[in-house]
């Protein structure tokens, strides 16, 4: 009978009341509230908790000393039972004040995922930086038979001017060659394109019931072909461990355009909707979706052409590869969803932290 004791015992599992360390579903049932609620407070620092990856480990002991009112990581200590000779207790070092500590701390190191999410949801904290410089190669074909080939090379630079406040300003140069059958002709084209100036900031960090928010004001500096124009944008997230979906709106004005100049890209009024998702498999690797369609009010070159397409819808698969630490892959492929031409983009971005 002891030895079936024995081993039933230790074939029981083991409850949430029992463990020292929690994931996220044990914390959760051991304070009784929801997941999302005990990771919301997680990740604002207001329980103590521990980010590995992309989950989240909670001890058991600091979990209840926060609970009773102590200090996170302190299991306070029970009373001496009656009748027992009180002891003086040594005299607690005095703490400086601000806000209690949590156990462990979130790596200076960003993460495949925060890379991925840059302007979605993550935005660079004071003083950080990040440099990209991206490639990407096009084909683009219509009915009729013109063929384009693009090759297009952006860098950008971001720089947390405040916690959660961004700047970020990108310059792009494209190369391409445009087949006409039709006509018989070849033409080759090289210029820069404008620069696109940008200052995001969070206005709502995700909590229980309600998803992050960045809003952004965007500039289009006549650095290039001599586009100009002025916007904004929001953006929306919401994280499911492992995963954070997001959605953003953007509209951009055209102050000064030329439709009838085919290296002039701005057009009078621009819009721009993507949605997507983004999943972490561990901190240097993830996979993201996204989709993004725009819409341009051109007007055609001269008035005996057709009209160059308003719409144009994509879907984007990529990922963020970490290669060493600050320093990211993300080979991505785009193409085109519906629509008369057959649109293809091949892109490699390059990206350190630092």
């Known amino acids: 009978m ?14 949430a009341a029992e463990k020292e360390v929690l994931d996220l579903e044990e914390a959760a049932a051991l304070l009784r509230l929801q997941p999302e609620t005990v ?8 329980v ?3 980010r590995i990856g992309n989950t989240w480990r909670f001890s058991r002991a600091a979990l209840l000393a926060w609970l009773e009112g102590g200090q996170p990581g302190v299991v306070p200590v029970a009373p001496p039972p009656q009748g027992a000779a009180a002891r003086p207790e040594p005299a607690a070092p005095e703490k400086a004040a601000g806000p209690p500590p949590t156990v462990g701390e979130r790596r ?9 999410l840059r302007d979605q949801r993550v935005l ?37 001017l405040l916690d959660d406040v961004q700047f970020t300003v990108r310059t792009p140069r494209v190369w391409r060659r445009t ?8 033409t080759h084209e090289s210029f820069n394109a404008d620069a696109a100036v940008s200052l995001l900031g969070v206005v709502l960090h995700e909590a229980a019931g309600r998803p992050n928010v960045i809003l952004s004001l965007d500039y289009v500096a006549p650095t290039g072909q001599g586009d100009r124009g002025v916007g904004g944008g929001l953006v929306l997230s919401k994280s499911y461990d492992p995963a954070v979906i997001f959605a953003g709106l953007s509209y951009l004005y055209g102050l000064d355009v030329d439709p009838t100049d085919p290296q002039r890209l701005l057009a009078k009024r621009n819009l721009a909707v993507n949605m997507g998702y983004t999943y972490a498999l561990n901190d240097s690797l993830a996979l993201s979706t996204l989709f993004f369609g725009t819409y341009r009010d051109a007007l055609p070159q001269n008035p005996n052409s057709f009209p160059p397409p308003r719409e144009r819808y994509q879907l984007q698969l990529g990922m963020t590869w970490m290669i060493a630490r600050g320093f990211f892959a993300e080979p991505a492929v785009a193409m085109r969803l519906g ?12 990206a350190y932290s630092f």
């Open 2 to 15: 002891l030895f079936t004791a024995c081993v039933l015992s230790a074939a029981a599992p083991v409850s």
């Open 39 to 46: 990771r919301a407070l997680a990740e604002s620092k207001r």
């Open 48 to 50: 103590p908790a521990r």
């Open 108 to 116: 200076a190191t960003p993460t495949a995922e925060e890379i991925a």
């Open 124 to 160: 660079l904290k004071r003083g950080a930086a990040t440099i990209d410089f991206g490639m990407a190669y096009a084909h683009s074909e219509t009915v009729l038979l013109t063929v384009t080939r693009s090759l297009g090379a952006t860098a950008t630079l971001r720089y947390g």
């Open 179 to 186: 087949t006409d059958s039709l006509a018989g002709t070849v």
């Open 339 to 350: 629509g008369p031409s057959s649109d293809l983009t091949l892109s490699l971005n390059l």
